[in-house]
């Protein structure tokens, strides 16, 4: 039995840590599709993930789920309201990148879990303790220092962290899964992402079938960037504790910290390793909150008779 359980932690461990190293390490991928335009790039993500995820909702059984959500008219305003903000942010993430801002989307990353808190109060009335409301404090310092230095809010950054926020905080209203959600986001997009592609083709332009068969493989493979991850994370999620998944999640702008830095040479200048250097121990002191809390509520429920 004990042996059973460690498989399950082991393998859940594993496909979390597969699903972030994509999501951080995807900045490469999408390096290489540099000549593409960043809106022709999300145009393709969202056709190819329609492509690639409707054989996935038929092979794992959640056409009933699917076809469920799809007939329901609330379900579906909520999914056009999340759609639109995941088109944002996946676009402004693939221009970033391809506009060398890579740091930016990091920071973005790194800052989303602190504003998820903070549109909890906001939105949820959820109460802060006081850990949660220092974080979001000393985070909120990172940034004012780093738009002080610079003479500009980093908006790329807080753009990313709040679509990505709203983006969350709006899907926990809609009663369908990540794989059908998305799925079903992508079917909205799809059409007319399909539709602009096609005028693009008919007017001589377009990447498609004009530069050569690495661009279009990588074009295709977007859809994979998109639900890989996805899959892995959902599969992660189901089978270890969710304090373990908040400390996991910082490996995705950890990575993409790592490859703006040392592979890509982004410029580090002292007023962003001060804002980094404050953001960081905003997330330290959040994550241990976090394990702390959930230790407690999980040991006062062993308790209860």
Known sequence: ???EEKHRTALGIASAVGAFLIWGLSPIFFKWLKAVPPFEILMHRMVWSFVFLMPLILFLGHWNAFKSALMNRRTMGILLGTT???SVNWFLFIWAINNNQILQTSLGYYINPLIN???GRIFLKERLRRPQIIAVCIAAAGVG???LQFGRMPWISLTLAFTFGFYGLIRKTAPVGALEGLALETLLMSGPALAYLCYLNAGGGGAFFRMGPRIDFL???TALVTALPLLLFTEGARR?????????QYIAPS???LLAVFVYGEPFSTAKLWTFILIWIALVLYSTDSVLYFRRYHSALRKTP
């Not at 270890?240 to 996991?248: A, E, Q, R, Y």
């Open 1 to 3: 039995m004990i042996s």
């Open 117 to 119: 808190v903070l549109l």
């Open 255 to 257: 990575s993409t910290f």
């Open 240 to 248: 270890i504790f969710f304090s373990t998944v908040g400390i996991l």
């Open 145 to 147: 220092y780093l738009t």
């Open 84 to 86: 639109l903000l995941v």
């Open 219 to 221: 074009l295709m493979g």
